[in-house]
């Protein structure tokens, strides 16, 4: 069962194909790695299921529900970590979080849950502004997880972070599926990280999807071409240089 398709989903913007006839197959309780190289359309995409930006032809569905027919209900649930979180500095981690559950008509408990799913209770009371950058992506989680939305979708949850923050979001985002039943899409360009967190991945280049499939499917795809196959870095670097010299010739 798919949590979420997209059917030939294209967005220009002018003369521009920002992302071109995408069809993903998006698992229910998995983990998805989205990934593509800077200005490959991930975050146009995830922006389009956010509802932040219109598709130009195509479309999708989440959870069954057709965008934009059901915009409302999908945005319901669907909990998101778009760029870097937003945060009033001198409110506690609590406060913030607060603000977010009562735009959304949550329940009282649903921060204290979001607090402890991200192991931010100890920290709940000190202003945002005294939050490290690990910790303020953290909140950036909990808010995001605030109600158990049975989808998340995060652009870039590790940017920035040092090894040590590294490691605890990509623990916790490979965690939730089995403590929460809920799906994950992420983006990211630390091919290392999502190796390690992902049950499958998207490859995009320039708008267009190269691959979708498990980590053993793209190991097996990329061993059957003669590309590098044990280190997805040097995979995913081969099947992106294959496309671009596949459209230079093309032109």
Known sequence: MNIIETHNLTKTYGSFTAVHHLNLHIKKGTVYGFLGPNGAGKSTTMKMFLGLTRPTAGGFLI?????????????????????????????????NLEIIRR??????????????????????????????LGMKQRLGLAGALLGRPPLLILDEPTNG??????????????????KLGCTVL????????????????????????????????????????GFPSDNLEETFLALVDEDNRKRRHMQ
């Open 103 to 132: 735009i959304l008509k949550l329940p009282k408990n649903s921060v204290d849950d979001a607090l402890e799913l991200t192991g931010l209770t100890q920290f709940s009371n000190r202003p945002a502004k005294k939050y490290s």
């Open 186 to 225: 992420v983006s990211s360009h630390l091919l290392p990280e999502i190796e390690l967190m992902a049950d499958d991945v998207g490859i995009l280049n320039r708008g267009r999807l190269l691959f979708e499939g498990s980590m053993e499917k793209l190991r097996e795809e990329a061993a059957m071409k």
């Open 161 to 178: 972070l040092d090894p040590v923050g590294i490691h605890e979001i990509r623990s916790l985002i490979r965690s939730l599926p089995e």
């Open 63 to 95: 959870n069954g529900l057709q965008y934009p027919k059901d915009r409302m209900t999908i945005l319901k649930n669907v909990g998101s970590l778009i760029e870097e979180p937003a945060f009033y500095g001198n409110l506690s981690g609590r406060e």
